[in-house]
């Protein structure tokens, strides 16, 4: 079991996701902004940061910056439509993430979840 931070700001989408990570046995916590993320790691520990690239305010991208700066160790996915904005070189998205890009099947989610929370 992992401890996942969700961020995503369709609601529904967040629900559906939260409910299938949840059903495979993570601890999720999800909110609707990437400041309500941002805020939400200040001194806590995650190990998968899980965000959608484009939201209003502090996007997915720099969430994942900062987030990284502030817990090297924690695994961080995009989910995403634009996934060439993720891959790019000018995005400064942690080197390390990983991109899932819309539309996924929640089976396909939960199977890169796992992936990325095993790999060393």
Do not use: N, W
């Not at 996915?77 to 070189?89: D, N, R």
């Amino acid at each position: 079991m992992a401890r996942i931070l969700l961020a995503e700001d369709d609601e529904s989408l967040r629900g559906f996701l939260a409910g299938a990570l949840g059903r495979a046995g993570h601890d999720v916590v999800h909110v609707g902004d990437g400041e309500s993320a941002y805020e939400t790691l200040q001194g806590k520990v995650f190990d998968l940061l899980l965000t959608d690239i484009v939201m209003p305010g502090l996007d997915g991208i720099e969430l994942a910056r900062r987030g990284a700066e502030a817990d090297p160790a924690m695994k961080i996915v995009f989910i995403t439509g634009f996934a060439a904005v993720a891959l790019s070189a000018q995005s400064q998205a942690p080197k390390d993430a990983k991109v899932l890009s819309k539309p996924f099947h929640l089976k396909d989610l939960v199977v890169e979840i796992e992936r990325v929370i095993a790999a060393a």
